[in-house]
């Protein structure tokens, strides 16, 4: 397979560039990468806002998740408000005080984006968007069927 393919589909090359891109934020709130991305995810999320909600979102860990949470609900950046019907489930809020995060990341994400695909044409958009929604689809089915 080409270099330049293997090398997107690995997504080294696209997390070193969050980091570096996000590392002030991070550095001036004292929050993870993950801690970032939970607030971003949140910040779009509607009713979509469990911590499995996240963890599918994210594709990641449900521990890695779950301790990345209760650290932002330590610092008061999330809520959490415990479901009506069902108690198993906990829904998560962003509070007041993490709003201005939510604002910078948001902005910070937007111009991220609007550089990575400066020069690229909404159809070449859009054709990049089914292919990757068909190799995740294909990761997905070979993982289930080698039963990780």
Not at 88 to 103: F, G, L, N, T
């Given at each position: 397979m080409e270099d330049r393919i293997e090398a997107l589909l690995r997504g080294s090359q696209y997390k070193q560039l969050r980091e570096y891109e996000f590392s002030e934020i991070r550095k001036y709130y004292d929050l993870k990468r993950i801690e970032i991305e939970i607030l971003y995810v949140l910040s779009k999320a509607d009713?979509?806002?469990?911590?499995?909600?996240?963890?599918?979102?994210?594709?990641?860990?449900?521990?890695h998740i779950s301790q990345a949470m209760d650290h932002l609900c330590r610092k008061n950046y999330l809520t959490a408000v415990q479901d009506t019907s069902d108690r198993?489930?906990?829904?998560?809020?962003?509070?007041?005080?993490?709003?201005?995060?939510?604002?910078?990341?948001?902005?910070?994400w937007e111009e991220l984006n609007r550089e990575l695909f400066a020069g690229?044409?909404?159809?070449?958009?859009?054709?990049?968007?089914?292919?990757?929604?068909?190799?995740?689809?294909?990761?997905e089915r070979i993982i289930g069927r080698n039963g990780r």
């Open positions: 009713e979509h806002n469990t911590s499995a909600d996240i963890c599918r979102s994210l594709r990641a860990n449900k521990g198993r489930y906990v829904h998560y809020r962003i509070s007041d005080e993490a709003m201005e995060i939510v604002k910078k990341v948001t902005e910070k690229v044409t909404p159809q070449e958009l859009e054709t990049l968007k089914n292919v990757a929604g068909k190799i995740g689809k294909n990761m």
